[in-house]
């Protein structure tokens, strides 16, 4: 485990978050006397109920992040939410309310000190936003640290994975020839695929991409899992993966903020023995009872448990670097064809429009200038048709000026720092593109038709072939892309596929498919390549009451598109037809080529833990929860295939109330926590 260490002073944040003062007095006083007088922390979070705060308990079925997770009922009902005594100050289960205000007077004064924050638009103008404290838990979850270390091992064999993926053409094919068939947005990242890596008659489009390096920067997101017929008088959890995501993967930055702040709190008030009894009952939740006696103030034990430092903030744009650095070595040296003093080299990170979650992303391009001295340029896919050239002579990016006034679009800022005659001077080179958007049909709205008639109409697929085509780095690259939809996942669940990826792990000191493979929960396919045993879960689902015992997938990231329960078996009654050709009285099923684009996952049983959950600087309310664990890797491999980098990169856990199923908390249904290991 990380040593915890005086936190780094971030001299530029200052500035940044200067501005935010009054807003957090105000926030500040709108929690103590609970009125929800801040703006939403996030333009998509829908209606809520605060849970806790007006007294009602999780008894949802089904609870679950952007993922196939269920809560595990372990606990006693006495552990329910909140109530809100006569009073109206909330209550928590062991702390006392004068505890509370401090914990909550603390995140709210160490989330401006340290940029733990969203952007709020201001109602009133949409050029104008300010800042409040993220939607976090004000302290950590109880973690196994064996199965928190687990995690982390897993990462450089998983980046390994995603790299080997992304370069087998005919495995992508044919895996997701089905989902690509009836869902137009992996048809489209296929296609574009093909078009650029798999030669044929377009093979010259290719040339320049072929040559770049890549650079992954993922994150696979686990759950702790106890199958429902275990016994619950002992820990017995597993850890399960979830989902591995390879673009935009998001929260890295904040994450690390929250942790620092879970430890400076379970630190801050450990000799007051304010928070003992909170952290222990959750504790019980996850191994099955009570920490040892001889556990709890123990010199050598206080080293081992605790909240861990994420290191997210140093080792994501460590690797930017060394993809920049490459770039710059081989193309803009000395001893190359370029012209060295007329081009200024910048990472471009591709954000969405109207971006909220800026502060994430801003923590990640500062370290890169303070660490490393490069320069970040942020466009929307749509700028970057306007803006960004491909030389289709070597294969260069180059940045321009479209001519319009950049200080209308807030992702310019930091940019329009440069004069118009340096602009004229220094040419702005593309050395590697960082992908924040592009994960999902929404953020490419003008539509797939790409064709030169209408210049209106798929700029945004248009920009991203551009991007691909050329010679910078990519993260991701379009087969790094691939390599993280849900079709692949449930491919490499079966037996015999990871080892057509590492061929020779029988024969390793350390062997990683067997890991790898321990990490993976049920995965069933639906589609033309559906075998006996993938059709048994539909039947389970169909014939056997078994809809709480699944999660319905598509190849979609970000939340907000699965279906469980009730919804998931309507979805496959759909799209089902049920046969009896033998005669036999079996329900054979015939699979609707609708379905092609889903998987089937087993559901996943976490423990149910108390957090008191903060929303926009307001206790959203306390109650029983689940959490899901993300560990970042980055790699970066050559165009051959020689990995200079591959490493474990920092940690997330998002915490949500156990009756919601979904759980992104840029969509509004989860928190950031971390984990407190034990």
Known sequence: MILRQPHRRNPSLFLFFATTTATIAV??????????????AFRSLPPRTHRGIAGSSSSSNSASFSSSTQTDNAMSSSASAST????????????SPSTLRSLVSYAVSYGAAHGLQVSVKHPSSSSSSSHVIAPISLLPQAYPSPLFHRAISLAR???LLVDRIGRDGEFLKTTLRGAREVDPFTGKLSELYERI?????????????????????HRSDYMLHRPPSSSSSSGGYELKQVELNTIASSFAGLAERVADLH????????DEGTLDAFLEENESAVSGSSPREDDREDDGDRRKRGVPRSPATTRLPSAMALAHER?????LSSSSDERPASVRPVVLFVVQPGETNTVDQRLLEFRLWEDHGIGVVRLSL?????RVRLDETDGRLLLGDDGEDDNENENDEMENMETTSERNVIQREITVVYFRAGYAPTDYPSGYDTSPDDDATGIEWLARERLERSRAAKCPSLGYHLAGCKKVQQELARPGVLERFFPNDDREETPVVPLLRSAFAGLYALGADADEGDLDAVRDVLFREGEGRYVLKPQREGGGYNFYGKELAKKLRQHCTVVDEDGDGKQNIVL?????????????FPPQQRAILLRNGIVEGSGMTISELGCFGTIVASAEGEVVHNEYAGFLLRTKFSGVDEGGVASGFATLSSPYLC
């Open 197 to 217: 890596y798999s030669g044929g008659a377009e093979e010259e489009r290719g040339k320049f991409a072929k040559t770049a390096d890549r650079l992954g920067i």
């Open 327 to 331: 770039y710059r070595r081989r193309y």
């Open 84 to 95: 809100l005594p006569s009073d109206g100050e909330v209550t928590v289960p062991h702390l």
């Open 263 to 270: 430890g400076f709190l379970t630190e801050r008030l450990r």
């Open 592 to 604: 609707g080529n609708a379905l092609s684009e889903f998987i089937l996952m087993e559901r996943l």
């Open 157 to 159: 064999p998983f980046n």
């Open 27 to 40: 926030a500040s006083i709108a929690i103590l006397t609970r009125t929800p007088i801040l703006a939403s």
């Open 382 to 386: 749509a700028e970057v048709y306007r």
